[in-house]
């Protein structure tokens, strides 16, 4: 047992050098990251607050997030695969179907047999790390002195001081007030079920909705969309969403759109459920899921923030560059800041700052998260990569006269032997955005089959600050779609200038 948690035994009162309140990934991977820069001269004492150990552990993305979404989409992947795909390349049973039966009861009790070993995975590291879990809501205290210490209460009227206090208490589904909402279910609870239903109606136009929509879909769930404009995804680049509206359908996904939820209501009876626009429209399924983004006010308020720390107008801390609060000694990072709600920057942002606060780095000014080129990947169905700025972004930013956008849309060879017509066979979009004389490249997106995995190696690129002549000297490898990121002509009608 630590120092910390020895003298708590006889005072009540823990004493920390460094206090994460909240156990997702980038609480953990800053605590660890702090502990590291203990040495015999600076024995750094680090406690790390979570209210739900036992489930909550590893935060959003382990539990109810990226981690049993990919393996969900994984699964439904597959399905799809021998469903839909199969029989193209001559595999078909006596039966006349190419796909075996799923017992998804047996797929989601493994998937949660995993998620459980990651969590404890998750408190051995931070166990080997010797950072104190402590089991415990937490709340800022409000300062009634210029002290150099930071006062967290925690359950049964026990409290922990500590000279540096992370917030890292991620967000939850935010579900809409409408009629009838307990008939619904969340992102959380998808991954409750024990079995899939027959029909779904999605209330949503993010990436979560799109992500469980085609999920459901590729599953052979009756899916229906429902968008509240015209269509969804509409902060990604503009050929990229409307790519994706259209495959969404072709693939079986129905869309509504300029559908604003009203309120939800049951048969008894059957126990089928109608959504019900504010226009009037209707759709039934059997389960209806609400995916309209995600909050964080609840854990802003729990953790004791309102009144004492800034916030954004919609209810985020607000944070310099470097992570501050406006709360002397009080850092945020994740969700709770509303700046890239992904598990990467997250990570990244918690590690940067405890480098910051404890590295022996001589120079910190530039120990910050730069957010330009962040990579992220929406696993629809088909996937999204994107990295750096949409069209319309750059033409704010630069003008539309410095700018040079490559596009090409093609039939990747996988779908090459399928026996249908070549406009029904499914398309990659791949998008690359450049400015000034050098054409720097400052915007890429993909959507297509392997966009999840093919973009990482550009990111890089692109943060080293890579030119269209840079991609134009790279040899390709082939076939791969990657490949047309490198070959991509300045002319032709996928090309704009």
């Known amino acids: 047992m630590s120092t910390a948690a020895t003298a708590a035994a006889s005072t009540n009162t823990l004493d920390y050098d ?27 004492k680090v406690g790390l607050v979570e209210r739900d150990v036992d489930h909550m552990i590893g935060g959003t993305c382990v539990n109810v997030g990226c981690v049993p979404k990919k393996l969900s989409w994984s699964a439904a992947t597959l399905n799809e695969t021998f469903l839909h795909d199969a029989s193209h390349y001559g595999f078909e049973t006596d039966e006349g179907r190419s796909a075996p039966p799923m017992d998804y009861t047996t797929f989601k009790h493994r998937r949660d047999k ?67 909402k307990e008939f619904t279910i969340d992102s959380d609870g998808f991954f409750e079920l024990d079995k899939l239903p027959k029909s779904v109606v ?24 429902t ?54 429209a209707e759709v039934r399924a059997d389960c209806v899921l609400m995916a309209a983004g995600r909050t964080t006010k609840p854990n802003v308020e729990a953790i004791g923030c309102k009144g004492i720390i800034d916030l954004t107008p919609k209810g985020y801390i607000k944070v310099d560059k470097y992570q501050n609060t406006s709360m002397p000694r009080v850092y945020a990072i994740g969700d709770v800041i509303g700046n890239y709600e992904l598990t990467p920057v997250a990570i990244a942002a918690g590690r940067t700052l405890s480098d910051r606060l404890f590295g022996p780095f001589q120079d910190k000014s530039n120990l910050y998260i730069d957010y330009e080129t962040i990579p992220t990947v929406v696993f629809a169905h088909p996937p999204i990569g994107t990295c750096g700025l949409t069209e319309a972004q750059a033409v704010e930013k630069y003008g539309k006269d410095n700018l040079k956008i490559y596009r090409s849309r093609f039939v990747n060879l996988y779908y090459g032997i399928f026996q249908v017509e070549p406009s029904e066979k499914p398309k990659t979009l791949v998008k690359v955005i450049c400015t000034g004389p050098e054409e720097k490249v400052v915007g890429l997106h993909v959507l297509g089959m392997g966009a999840d995995e093919l973009l990482q190696g550009f990111a890089v690129a692109m943060r080293m600050g890579a030119t269209k002549a840079d991609l134009d000297r790279t040899v390709a490898i082939h076939p791969t779609a990657a490949e047309e990121i490198v070959t991509l002509a300045p002319w032709g009608p996928m090309s704009k200038h």
């Open 18 to 44: 460094y206090l994460v309140i909240g156990g997702g990934s980038g609480g953990i991977s800053s605590a660890r990251r702090a502990a590291s820069y203990r040495t015999p001269e600076n024995p750094l």
């Open 114 to 180: 995993y998620l459980a070993r990651l969590r404890g995975i998750y408190q051995n590291n931070l166990k080997k790390a010797d950072v104190d879990l402590i089991r415990s809501a937490g709340r800022i205290v409000k300062s009634e002195s210029d002290n150099d210490k930071v006062t967290v209460q925690l359950d049964d009227g026990k409290k922990a001081t500590a000279s540096h206090v992370l917030i890292a208490c991620g967000g939850q589904p935010e579900v809409p007030e409408i009629e009838g």
């Open 202 to 225: 999605v209330a949503g136009a993010g990436y979560i909705a799109v992500e469980l929509a085609g999920i459901f879909n590729a599953f052979g769930v009756d899916t229906t969309l």
């Open 227 to 280: 968008v509240r404009r015209h269509k969804a995804l509409r902060s990604f680049d503009e050929d990229i969403s409307d790519e994706l509206m259209v495959q969404m359908q072709k693939s079986g996904i129905k869309v509504a759109t300029h559908f604003v939820p009203k309120k939800v209501t049951k048969d008894e009876a059957t126990g089928a459920l109608t959504l019900t626009a504010e226009s009037g």
